[in-house]
């Protein structure tokens, strides 16, 4: 049987299913145009890092080099440096997270973390709860694991306790298996939202009662506007809940480094997946980032950036309200990086983003945020990386084209 | 219902079937022993770092955190770094692959490159075919996604094409799924045996008329003792050959940075594979790997570190010669990592690992390299990282062991 490549369609034979089960996405056309130079850029989940201390990451890592190469360029241990992981605990223990340093799984970004984890756990057809909306790349990794999504109703305290019970009865009644809720409960993506207090311990129940694992992402826990934050959900539900954290939004992302707390019951599975996916994490990248860290000064730059994302954030409002056409909404963040706009009725976020970037500006429409098809009339804003005149001029062509669009309806 | 998960046995229910699908290994165990304070390590196929530049490379990191921190320091594009791809293109061109920079995906390390070609082709129940034996980490990958693993005996040439052609056959008959070839061609791991380039020829056209994909994997090819390259397979077959490249080997492991040639047909779902696995690789270690490459000299390091090789490889021939007991019986590797070494009657390499240990010294039994059972009387030594006094050393406790073993027999 000879299989000739030439056509798109003879090589499909040679995927897999779950990659053929996977939706196309209009997505990735946005994060490419947000590339373009010149491009203001509301799409990506990206911090500012203007700053940060490079000098004395540049002594850092001479001084790792000088001392430590060999450690720091040789392989490593599949679940991170021991230096790093103390300091993990540490960030962990300001959310009211007690564990060890042995706990905490080291990973190549949070996003790895929660590929590992859904690989241990995930089986085709698995029902994974998330809120709707949820970020795209968390849901992304579920469904390549051939997960369906079911999104959860959500209100201004996030997702709604009572929902998430009615919809976990009804995928059992419908014979599937519920196998976990996907959750951002910090300033969540996009929606900007924090998980009330109360309902973090009625989630929880929920999921014990029910049978699911808790994904507890929180990559943005630590930007509060005002330094505020909430308790963790892992601390009560340690034998259900996968904790995620990350330094790319707290740090920077590149040297794309996060962690994962697992149920302990998990631990060595988790860890096996991280060491098949990619034997370890960079060594070197780990001490520099543990050298970050030793110097508790990171914490007053952490502080810097939550008062410089209240004034993008403030700025972007400010605005918004000026140039977006009436009835336009959009919620209030107390943190984190996303503005969540609901737009009047007739505007198609995801039809008007190529005539917007066609201007100069680009956000992403909030389709990618769900995966039953709704969100055409949403959009999400970052306000972290652009600067405050960016933000200014980049907002005024948005509002441009849905002006235009509303008037020409 | 609720799911109390305090005993291993209740926690298996969330647990995925591909990590339940998985045969436990003793393997771990081993080199969780190789980690220990002083013991003399024959089992990590880690490089020597000893003569690399780290002065310089220090120098480099200053100036890309000076000059380009806030590109470093971001989420970058998911196939990689262009100036890097640039120099990986120029690598496999010493080994006749003619590539464009567009053509190459960086990954965090050729294990995730693999990682990422078997998600978007596997499907649990395929057949892959893998030399008998083969790198024990490149076939937990496959499978993780539940393939199942067929060796393909071989000789000193390599796997041997008939046997290929008669297996592919035997599977097909069989009902089941034959979906590509696993091989790595030079300084194979662990049997250091090279496919000769006629088989090259035999074995892509076997595999193109069979239908199979051809899983390239060639993190040795430049670690010939006399610098002598072979023809990769890639450009015979292109439209079949995920070709896999790795630093780790002919540099450092530290900056977990390898990469991938896929077949131009795959190049987009295996993107958004990567992108789903950890968004990208990290832009900082991709420009200082980048910056590492801008200075030709890296190749006269290889070629010390090639002398080098060879001499410790010597070493541990000779030290063996005079050690183990008589019938002890080894390969003639003429390039990379390691020693495939087969025991006399009635020793099991796996079983005396643990005596070794004890006695300060370990090997990876040669189970760990077949699927299915095969290798008990098998064990492989890495003689790179080692001193040559380490080696001697080494070498003389663990023939010791094995001559008391049999003496007792």
Redesign the interface.
């Known amino acids: ?6 056509t ?1 369609l003879s ?1 499909q ?7 053929r089960a ?1 939706k196309p996405s209009e997505v ?1 056309k946005v994060f490419r145009a947000a ?1 373009r130079p010149g491009m203001i850029s509301f799409a ?1 989940g ?1 911090p500012y ?2 700053g ?1 201390p ?2 004395r ?2 002594e850092d ?2 001084r790792i ?2 001392s430590r ?2 450690e ?6 599949s679940d991170g440096v021991p230096e790093l992981r103390a300091h993990i605990v540490d960030i962990m223990r300001l959310e009211g997270i007690e564990a060890d340093a042995a706990d905490a799984v080291v990973t ?2 949070s ?2 973390a929660l ?1 590992i984890a859904a ?5 085709p057809g698995d029902v994974v709860f998330a809120e709707g909306p949820s970020y795209a ?1 968390g849901m ?2 579920f469904t ?2 051939e997960a369906e999504i079911v999104h959860v109703p959500s209100d201004a305290d996030g997702l709604i306790p009572a929902e998430l019970e009615r919809l976990s009865a009804e995928v059992r009644a419908a014979g599937k298996t519920a ?1 976990g809720l996907y959750t951002i409960p910090n300033f969540q993506n996009p929606g900007g939202v924090n998980l009330s207090v109360e309902r973090r311990g009625e989630v929880g129940r929920i999921c ?4 699911l ?1 808790i994904f507890e992402d929180n990559p943005y826990g630590l930007l509060g506007f005002e330094g505020q934050t909430l308790p963790a959900i892992q601390p009560q539900f340690p ?2 809940t996968f904790y995620f954290g990350s330094f ?1 939004k707290m740090f ?5 480094l996060g962690w994962v707390l697992p ?1 302990a ?2 631990r060595g ?1 988790l860890v ?2 991280s ?11 780990q001490l520099l980032m543990s050298a970050y860290l030793d110097d508790p000064a990171w914490r007053d730059t952490l502080d810097t950036y939550r008062a410089l994302y209240r004034e993008k954030y403030q700025t972007l409002v400010e605005t918004l309200s000026a140039v977006m056409p009436a009835g336009t909404a959009w919620n209030a963040p107390t943190g984190g990086f996303y503005l969540w706009i609901t737009l009047p009725e007739g505007l198609d976020a995801e039809q008007l983003v190529y005539e917007c970037i066609e201007r100069g500006a680009v956000y992403v429409p909030g389709t990618a945020f769900y995966t039953d098809g709704q969100g055409r009339n949403k959009m999400r804003m970052s306000f972290c990386l652009p600067t405050l005149e960016q933000i200014r001029q980049g907002a005024a062509i948005i509002g441009e084209v849905f002006r235009e669009a509303l008037a020409s309806r």
Request: charged share 20%; proline share 5%; glycine share 8%.
């Open positions: 049987m000879t299989v000739p490549l030439d798109a090589y034979c040679f995927l897999s299913d779950r990659v996977a990735r590339q990506n990206a890092l203007g940060l490079f000098d990451l540049a890592a001479q080099l000088q190469a060999a720091a360029f040789q392989y490593g241990a190549a970004g996003q790895q590929d690989r241990i756990t995930i089986n790349g992304a990794v390549s694991y196998k014990r009662d029910q049978g694992l034998d259900i790319s920077a992302p590149g040297l794309r149920p019951a998990f599975e096996k997946a060491e098949t996916a990619q034997l370890n994490p960079s060594v070197f990248t």
